[in-house]
Every structure is written in structure tokens, then in C-alpha cells.
């Protein structure tokens, strides 16, 4: 029987075959059963568990995620946010998405340069987003600057540009 993907099996399953390096293919048996997450003494599982059967896709940050930008003297100040554009639940959990993905670990992934400088990340959910201060970007400030972006003010578009891992519910 073919599901409506053209994919062999019964009901839309897809069956699971290994192709060999002769070319030859072989049907496999779904597992009889699926093992649980091991937790070991002293260790909690973790509160924001992955979504199970979730698809996450590569893609800008600025999908969906609004950005502005600004120095404070010599550390650049950068506020990421989600519009409420979309019905209550999906800006929710867009929220809940920008708020545990922006930690000191991915501002440093988005922002290479700021690798060994002081980052603080302040979480804002009741407004949507998060506040980030990257302390040192700018060195002495303004008036003594040599980036390309003394003032910080495309640092926002530049993060907004980085390619970041979504869930596709979240699109």
C-alpha cells in the first residue's frame, strides 16, 4: 500500500529499510520498545525537556525576532524581542523559545568577538524578550572606537542575521 507521500507501509508508517553497500535492501522491525532516559544518582532530570518529534529548521534569527542596539560608553546593549503578531499561544511559546535560547553560551556563538568579555543576559518574558550587555565591545567608548560599528548601532541587525536552530511549530 502506498501512504500519500509515496512512501511504502501500511496506515501513512514508514517502513524502515537498510540499503547495504552492494545495493541490496533489507526491511527492519520497528524496536519492540522504546528505553527511558537514564537519570543517575545526584542528577535531576531536566525541567525544559526537548519536545519529542519536533523538526527544527536552520534559519535567521530575525525570522521572527525584532532587535535594537545601542552603547552604553563601552559596552554595547542589545534588546531582542518577539512582536505579538501571532495568536497568544504561539507568541507564548515563540517567547518561551528566545528567552531559553539567548544565554552568555549563544551570544558568543552569535557574536564571536565577544568571546572573552563579559556577557549578562536578563530575561524579560512579560515583555517578550531578552535584555543582553556585552561589557568591553566597545572598548573605551565612542570616541576612541576603530570597530566598523563603534556606536553598536547594527549590532541588532547583525545578530538578527545569524543563523539559529527553530522549531517548526514556532513558524
Given amino acids: 500500500m502506498k501512504t500519500p507521500y509515496g ?8 517502513s524502515h529499510t537498510v540499503i547495504h553497500a552492494d545495493g541490496s535492501r533489507e526491511q527492519v522491525a520497528d524496536p519492540p520498545s522504546y ?15 526537548a519536545p519529542s518529534d519536533s523538526l527544527t529548521r536552520r ?16 559596552d554595547a546593549n542589545l534588546g531582542l524581542w518577539v512582536e505579538r503578531d501571532v495568536p497568544s499561544d504561539a507568541y507564548d511559546a515563540r517567547v518561551t523559545w528566545l528567552t531559553k535560547l ?3 553560551r549563544m551570544v558568543f556563538e552569535l557574536i564571536p568577538e565577544a568571546a572573552d568579555l563579559e556577557v549578562e543576559v536578563y530575561p524579560l518574558p512579560n515583555l517578550g524578550g531578552v535584555n543582553v ?9 565612542v570616541a576612541e572606537g576603530r570597530r566598523f560599528d563603534p556606536q553598536a548601532k547594527a549590532l541588532g541587525e547583525w545578530v538578527r ?5 527553530v522549531q517548526g511549530e514556532l513558524l
Fill in 7 to 14: 512512501v511504502p507501509g501500511a496506515g501513512g508508517a514508514v
Fill in 133 to 141: 550587555v556585552i561589557h568591553g565591545l566597545l572598548g573605551a567608548g
Fill in 102 to 104: 539567548i544565554n552568555p
Fill in 35 to 49: 528505553a527511558e532516559p537514564v537519570v543517575r544518582a545526584g542528577q535531576r532530570p531536566s525541567p525544559f525537556p
Fill in 161 to 165: 542575521s545569524r543563523m539559529v536552530h
Fill in 59 to 74: 534559519m535567521p534569527l530575525g525570522t521572527f525576532v525584532h532587535a535594537r542596539s545601542g552603547d552604553k560608553g563601552g
